[in-house]
């Protein structure tokens, strides 16, 4: 075999390796219903798995998205995740959902899922998204006025935000490439961080004054 076949299969088979490992493991049994007690369980995932002779289909099964989130917050939002902690029959199988409540004007703030691609879709009202792509490509901001039954997509590990720009509530629900994705609200990170990032780094990180730096830090004590 010639060099530059054998470069060409390597390169081939590295490419195909990466989108294996680009999101949650693919599962080498039929399900793994999470519980706590390791008891007769198996690790996987960061989760033992219930002994599947012992699995019913409450194992898959969760109620109560119908309700409302609680609004009543500074953000105006409430986010409602269901993740292998409250649905444990998802242990494994790569996906997640969420319930997005808005009440007017109300924002998911500027966040990140490092384990996830994020999917929503609008069911009430009339919501703002975007997200910003990476230093890489110049920090391009993409965005979208979003009406009902529009789909809008945050690639994994994009900044993006939610606002609604309407007078009534809004609605929306989101799947997730993870049945863990994580989440990393910027300015909590950054200035609700504990112990406190340093004044130092922060203050030549946004170039602004110490005062500035510190009135950011207090509103997230």
């Known amino acids: 075999m010639e060099l530059h076949q054998l470069l060409a299969i390597v390169a081939i088979l ?8 680009a999101s949650d493991p693919s599962p080498l049994q039929d399900f793994c219903v999470a519980v706590n007690n390791p008891v007769d369980g ?7 798995c219930k002994n599947p002779n012992m699995v019913n289909a409450d194992d898959f099964l969760f109620r109560g998205l119908q309700n ?3 609004t009543s917050n500074q953000l105006g ?13 998802l242990n494994t199988l790569g996906i997640s959902i969420a319930r997005i409540d808005f ?4 924002l998911n703030a500027p966040h990140t899922h490092p384990r996830a691609t994020e999917i929503i ?8 998204a975007g997200f910003v792509a990476s230093n ?3 920090n391009t901001f993409f965005t979208k006025v979003l009406s009902k039954g529009d789909v809008f997509v945050f690639p994994q590990g994009m900044i993006h935000f939610v606002l609604n720009v309407g007078k009534t509530n809004a609605l929306a629900f989101s799947s997730f490439s993870s049945q863990n ?3 990393i609200t910027i300015a909590n990170a950054v200035f609700g961080s504990r112990p406190p990032i340093s004044l130092d780094v922060l203050t030549k990180a946004f170039q602004v004054d110490k005062d500035v730096i510190q009135y950011l830090q207090a509103q997230f004590c």
């Open 181 to 183: 994705p994580g989440v």
């Open 103 to 106: 009440a007017p004007y109300g």
């Open 121 to 128: 879709l609008v069911l009430e009202g009339t919501l703002y």
């Open 136 to 138: 890489q490509n110049n």
């Open 68 to 70: 409302p989130g609680n």
């Open 42 to 48: 198996l690790l996987v995932n960061g989760k033992f």
């Open 77 to 89: 939002s409430e986010v409602t995740r269901i993740t292998e902690v409250r649905l444990p029959g």
């Open 14 to 21: 590295a490419m195909s390796s990466s989108f294996v490992i």
